[in-house]
């Protein structure tokens, strides 16, 4: 039988500097994985990046920084190559990139829609690519998206809509890997309580879901704790591997779908 814990295993998280992918590093080693390769994206991050290894390192895992820009296909690739050289093959991949974008349809430009596509869509496609090619038999697959896919609501069109594609990679990729024993899954958590989240947000916005208890029933603020979404993650990646081909939507009511 096929050991689904995680003692001993291998992981590789893309956006694993800080926020939700940092926690999710730090988690993993807590719960017994051997090493983590934590990607980040550029010289901003790198100090986050360190800052996450050593974290892992004192929870008694291997880890190791590795920078990329994962929006072209051979950035990916070489992720995935550098990863096995320096920690070995991962069992474990998952890939928190993203990139949010709030503005009128009407106003969104060209060169605005192609970055959002090229971070939030193309990335994980290649992502998912490799993947396959790359992660162990038995392994786990997982991709963050956003619960906005399960909301209507303005001025998301291009963060929303470029994630929305990842959720159809999920399913195709979870039909053609499991024979190998993979599961791979989109977790989609609601507005979260991080610096990813109010940069594209304008201060009535903020304030409305500091406010708005009602967005989560179970949520003074409104937005989602990033240590409430990690044990799912947890789970997906172990023992929740039966689990296979879904997008999840993990924001305490948030949105539905």
């Known amino acids: 039988m096929a050991d689904h814990s995680l003692n001993g295993k291998v992981a590789l998280i893309a956006g694993g500097a800080k926020n939700l992918g940092g926690l999710i590093a730090r ?17 901003a991050t790198r100090a986050d990046a360190e800052a996450t290894v050593a974290a892992v390192k004192a929870a008694g895992a291997e880890a190791v920084a ?22 070995g093959r991962p069992d474990i991949a998952i890939n928190t990139v993203g990139k949010v974008l709030k503005k009128p349809f009407v106003d969104i430009s060209e060169a605005e829609y192609d970055e959002m596509t090229a971070v939030n869509s193309k990335s994980a496609f290649f992502f998912l690519q490799q993947a396959g090619k790359h992660v162990n038999d038995n392994g786990k697959i997982c991709t963050l998206v956003t619960s906005l896919l399960g909301a209507f609501t303005p001025y998301y069109a291009a963060y929303a809509g470029t994630k929305a594609p990842v959720e159809h990679y999920t399913r195709a990729a979870s039909k053609e890997y499991g024979e190998r024993g993979i599961s791979v899954t989109a977790v989609g958590p609601g507005p979260m309580d991080t610096p990813f989240f109010y940069p594209a947000e304008g201060a009535d916005a903020v304030a409305y879901h500091q406010t708005a208890a009602a967005l989560s029933p179970f949520s003074k603020t409104g937005l989602t704790d990033i240590q409430d979404v990690v044990p799912f993650i947890r789970f997906l990646v172990s023992d929740g591997w039966w689990i296979t081909g879904q997008t999840l939507l993990i924001n305490g009511g948030y949105t539905t779908k």
């Open 66 to 87: 590795l920078q990329a820009d994962l929006t072209t296909a051979g950035a990916v690739a070489k992720l995935f190559e550098d990863t096995i050289a320096a920690v």
């Open 27 to 43: 988690d993993l080693a807590q719960h017994g994985v051997k090493a983590v390769a934590v990607h980040y994206n550029s010289a």
